[in-house]
């Protein structure tokens, strides 16, 4: 069972210290903002069962902020936070939508349980809003997993080219299942009749991928003692995927660059050329422009299958999909390990695997669970059954020396401890060619926390204007 989360949102430090922290004692997943304009930030991120906000802050006000949550995130309730003097002002914010409001200051007892009473609203709300939308066959595509809005974008956009023939491009990092979209593409075509065929360009050397490719006549060189159909022949009329595109060959890049355009094949060896009606889907997790602009990628093969892009956002950056990726993965994948004998997840799993990265992404969290199944000797898994890495937070490969915490002596005369963090910030972004994601498992943060600290010493690196725009993600 997954934790409740609460994004708090209070320019006032202070106060939203104390609130954070009340809340995480209580058990439930807490982000921060000090301002609506961050606020709308971690929702585009994360989906947040309740926004604890204040009403009166600068820039954005609690009002406005409750109307944008209203209408881009219906599930997530908002509990309002006013002054004395503002009652008034969080009536008329119930009356727009808020859930519930709480006075200044408020005890603990008054926010946990109005913090509890909101996720539970929001679970009815979330589970209404997913079986109408089923029903409505607007979400789900088998075997895709994902209601967080980038993931359901991708989803949209594959409901929307999967008819016709337009070539497509997937990009996203290893494990985010370029494949399974791909796959999804074509089980939505009118090409599905057809087996679906998929080569990784990269697991094949250059010398032997045009022969499966293109395929051979007989004779062609030694060995070749019969006609052999290639790929692209055997994906005629269906969809042939060609996985990590980017590490084809130059030469071969301009002979596939051949058959898109001209829509003919050669065997190798052949002399004569034949129609083909395939649908090409390419992937790769690399930046494709970027291969292209250091001369690694041709530029017209790259605008040919470049028709469509589909863009997979990393599991870390959309969060909110974890628990539910991890229970499918426990009770539909790999059901087949336990019988059923498993019955839920811990609280406490569920929390590590909230705040773990997933460097290998939705791979790796499925090979976490898979693990943790065949470990478990009770009916929910508990943090014993993860990984090393997940436990301490870090990826793998990094040294058990690294795993554990250097003690720090505090100099007699004592220290500045604002100066001591903002330094290893700036240290970690350093090393890390002040790329987010790789200084915050540096720091052993998650990739939001770290951001939100770089915000707030204005950290930024020496050629960006801003630190949105400066740094990587």
Not at 96 to 105: I, Q, S, V
Not at 216 to 230: C, V, Y
């Amino acid at each position: 069972m997954s934790q409740a989360s609460v994004l708090v949102v209070e320019d006032n430090d202070l106060e939203r210290q104390i609130t954070v922290e009340t809340l995480r004692e209580e058990g439930f997943a807490v982000e921060e903002a000090a301002g609506g304009r961050r606020a709308l930030e971690l929702l585009a991120l994360s989906q947040f069962d309740v926004v604890l906000t204040d009403l009166i802050m600068p820039g954005m006000t609690g009002e406005e902020l409750l109307a944008r949550v209203r209408a881009d995130h219906p599930a997530t309730q908002v509990v309002v936070l006013t002054a004395h003097g503002t009652i008034d002002s969080a009536v008329k914010a119930m009356k727009n939508g808020a859930f519930y409001y709480l006075a200044k200051p408020t005890d603990r007892e008054s926010l946990v349980l109005s913090m509890r009473r909101a996720a539970e609203l929001a679970s009815l709300h979330q589970e209404n809003l997913l079986l109408r939308t089923r029903l409505e066959g607007k979400l789900e595509i088998e075997g895709i997993i994902g209601q967080h809005p980038s993931f359901q974008e991708v989803v949209r956009i594959v409901r929307k080219v999967a008819p016709s023939s337009s070539t497509v491009l997937v990009q996203g990092e290893s494990g985010t299942g370029k494949e399974l979209i791909a796959r999804a593409i074509h089980r939505l075509s009118p090409r599905a009749a057809r087996p679906f065929v998929a080569i990784n360009c990269s697991a094949i050397p250059d010398n032997l991928i045009e022969n499966e490719l293109f395929g051979h006549e007989r004779g062609a060189f030694t060995g070749a003692t019969e006609r052999k159909m290639g790929l692209i022949e055997s994906a005629d009329k269906s969809t042939l995927f060609l996985d990590e595109i980017a590490d084809l060959g130059a030469g071969l890049q301009g002979k596939i660059l051949r058959v898109l355009q001209e829509k003919e094949l050669r065997r190798v060896g052949g002399n004569e050329a034949f129609r083909v009606d395939v649908r090409w889907v390419a992937a790769t997790n690399r930046n494709l422009a970027e291969e292209v602009a250091e001369g690694r990628f041709r530029d017209d093969l790259y605008y040919r299958v470049n028709v469509v892009t589909i863009t997979l956002p990393p599991l870390r950056e959309r969060r909110s999909d974890i628990p539910l990726l991890a229970e499918h993965a426990l009770n539909h994948r790999f059901r087949h390990l336990h019988g059923g004998r498993i019955r839920e997840i811990s609280r406490e799993v569920m929390a590590l695997l909230l705040d773990y990265p997933w460097p290998g992404n939705v791979r790796q969290l499925e090979s976490a669970i898979e693990r943790a199944i065949l470990l478990c000797e009770g009916e929910a898994i508990q943090p014993a059954d993860l990984p090393s890495e997940v436990l301490s937070r870090r990826p793998p490969g990094r040294g058990a020396e690294r795993l554990r915490p250097e003690r720090f002596e505090i100099p007699s005369e004592g220290l500045n401890f604002e100066n001591l963090e903002r330094d290893l910030l700036l240290q970690a972004m350093e090393k890390s060619d002040w790329v987010v994601a790789k200084a915050a498992r540096l720091l052993g943060m998650t990739y939001k926390t770290l951001q939100y600290r770089l915000e707030k010493f204005g950290l930024k690196r020496p050629d960006a204007k801003t630190v949105s725009g400066g740094l990587k993600a």
